[in-house]
């Protein structure tokens, strides 16, 4: 979905399935920012027509948020045959020349590396108010070391963090080891912080190894909720009390009844 201020922008299409849309630009306000609230990559051309539109008939947006950024997760390649679709898309986004662009808890510092102009808004604000209506005694569990060691200084309670053995050939996780102040799980609620969440493996090993080791209630957020989520089997979220997320990706394609939109864009 893309808007422009609080307008969603509807792209009609011709009988082959290329766009045909008008957009009259006098009717948004002077500074509204486009909004990419991404569904998937068919988007981004869609995207290209209108900031191209804006900017030939005196409409030019200097504000872009896109929350959650496409191609995040290819930010690195180790074989010839990889394509680095998060260099080439922020090559296409720069062609675009936005003054500001605001995204949410990017997956890695590479995409702020190759984007230019680009704010990478910190969830932990929103991860602490979720903290305050939570129980007292709830720990922040990371679900692998490089999370745990980027947020250890951003909240002053105990952390403990996952080891992810990943199959590197489908690319899911199949087991999860706790590290860290492990024996401070047993009776104690969890929140395990994430920024993406797509089939549910991490969080679903996660809370079956913290439920082996004594955990209480466990509590999950994550940033950037993929709606692949809702076609996955019950198991997968069986072992939590709640999932909260934004509206980055999640919401616009179905709800789940464990999961709870706690921020809109």
Known sequence: MIKVGDKVITFGKFADGTCHTNIDCSQFEKDAPITWLYDEEGEAILLWFLAQHCRDHEGYRRKIIIPYMPEGRQDRTKIA???????????????????????????????????????????????NQLLTQLPNDTLIFHPDEGA????????????????????????????????????????????????????????????????????NKIFVYVSHCEN?????????????????TTNSIY????THEKIEIIYNF
């Open 81 to 127: 045959t990889d394509v680095f679709t998060l260099k080439y898309f922020a090559q296409f986004l720069n062609a675009l020349h936005f003054d500001y662009i605001e995204t949410f808890d990017a997956h890695s510092d590479v995409t702020c590396a190759l984007i230019n102009h680009i704010h990478n808004q910190s969830p932990v604000p929103l991860i």
């Open 228 to 244: 692949t989520i809702l076609s996955q089997p019950p198991h997968i979220l069986s072992n939590i009390e709640k999932m909260f």
């Open 148 to 215: 745990f060691k980027r947020r250890e200084a951003d909240f002053k309670m105990p952390q403990i963090f996952g080891i992810k053995e990943r199959n590197w050939e489908t690319q899911k996780v199949e087991k999860l080891v706790i590290g860290g102040a492990k024996h401070m799980i047993a009776g104690h609620n969890i929140l395990i912080v994430d920024d993406i969440c797509g089939k549910g493996s991490t969080i679903y090993h996660a809370s079956q190894r913290l439920k082996e080791l004594g955990a």
């Open 251 to 254: 919401g616009r394609h179905g």
